[in-house]
């Protein structure tokens, strides 16, 4: 027959102390927290680069309506604020171009897009030398 202290020995655990328990939420909850985190910075990295692209689409398209002007000596500076995305009234966006002399036939067009997000400003500027009729 086996002593007291033998049966002690030979006890066998099942299941999980506290402690294990404890550390095991633990790790789910900073592992959930830093998803979260990584969640919340995409978001702002998409919305940002989105606006990127609006601003590169608004200054693309005000650069192709002054390429196709018929006589581009008719051409002059412009500024457009207070625009959305689609060019129409109530946005972020403030579009201006400038139209700069490179000979009789020849202008150099630049547009560029402002806009004010959390404070920083950012811009998209584009440049385009034509001569003549559009391109």
Do not use: H
């Amino acid at each position: 027959m086996c002593s007291y202290f033998e049966r002690d020995l030979t006890f066998k655990q099942s299941g999980f102390s506290l402690i294990e328990v404890l550390i095991a939420m633990a790790i789910l909850a900073l592992s959930l927290l830093a998803a979260a985190t990584m969640q919340v910075s995409s978001i702002r990295n998409n919305a940002s680069g989105n606006m990127v692209t609006q601003a590169n689409m608004l200054a693309k398209a005000q650069m192709e309506v002054l390429k196709n002007t018929a006589d581009i000596t008719t051409l002059a500076d412009g500024t457009e604020n207070n625009i959305d995305a689609d060019g129409q009234p109530g946005g972020i966006y403030n579009r201006s171009w400038m139209v700069t002399n490179l000979g009789t036939t020849a202008r150099r067009i630049t547009v560029t897009v402002e806009w004010t997000k959390r404070g920083q400003s950012r811009s998209i500027i584009l440049s385009s030398n034509t001569r003549g009729n559009g391109v």
